[in-house]
């Protein structure tokens, strides 16, 4: 075999290969696109849901600020009851 027959034989192969490549080089960028379109959307989402949260917790502050008084503060006993329990398991461990 020449070098001139060699390269008949090998650049459809060459040339199939660089389609192959080229197409998963395409879908790997569509893929790419998706999962940051879909990070985006999340984000958004959990933005907006958390908008929601707060503008329903400083409504329910303002409709009923004795309750939300006394649920902070029963949080807040709570809170300092698990830490104390906390401190006291690391001690003894």
């Known amino acids: ?3 001139h027959t060699i390269s ?7 040339e199939a290969s660089d389609r192959l490549l080229d197409r998963t080089s395409e879908q790997a960028s569509t893929l790419a696109h ?15 849901s958390a908008l929601h949260a707060s503008d329903s ?4 502050i303002r409709q009923e600020p ?23 398991s690391r001690r003894q461990a």
Do not use: C, I
């Open 57 to 60: 917790t400083v409504s329910y």
């Open 66 to 88: 004795v309750k939300s008084m006394l649920f902070a503060a029963a949080a807040g006993v709570v809170l300092t009851g698990l830490l104390v329990l906390a401190g006291r």
């Open 34 to 48: 998706r999962g940051m379109d879909a990070v985006r959307e999340g984000s958004q989402h959990l933005r907006a």
């Open 1 to 3: 075999m020449n070098t």
């Open 8 to 14: 008949n034989l090998t650049s459809p192969l060459v």
